[in-house]
């Protein structure tokens, strides 16, 4: 069984930086392909990172340059540093485990970038 829970959402300024964690559950993480996609509130989902077996990242153009997705297999979690919000950044985040069977998702956790 797989179990995915994200922290480090919250209200935040434009400008200001979040980091988000992702805490996995379950055997064979580090053979995984994470990624972080956010919904925002009228808006479809939108995958912004995703990082590799081997380390490999790639981001969404919305996001690239600002963001930055990492993991710590030792520690089964995936991060993602998020800095310079702005408020189109605004919507809930969810991390992605994928395995052969499946794609596993964490609940969610909000982000809210306004002044």
């Known amino acids: 069984q797989v179990r995915l829970v994200e922290s480090g959402g919250g209200l935040v300024q434009p400008g200001g930086s979040l980091r988000l964690s992702c805490a996995a559950s379950g055997i064979g993480f580090s053979f995984t392909t994470l990624a972080w996609a956010r919904q925002a509130p009228g808006s479809q989902r939108e995958e912004v990172a995703t990082?590799?077996?081997?380390?490999?990242?790639d981001y969404a153009d919305t996001v690239k340059g600002r963001f930055s997705i990492s993991r710590d297999n030792a520690k089964k979690t995936v991060y993602l540093q998020m800095n310079n919000l702005k408020p189109e950044d605004t919507a809930v985040y969810y991390c992605?485990?994928?395995?052969?069977?499946?794609?596993?998702w964490g609940q969610g956790t909000q982000v809210t970038v306004s002044s």
């Open positions: 992605k485990e994928s395995r052969d069977d499946y794609d596993y």
């Open positions: 990082i590799s077996t081997d380390g490999s990242t």
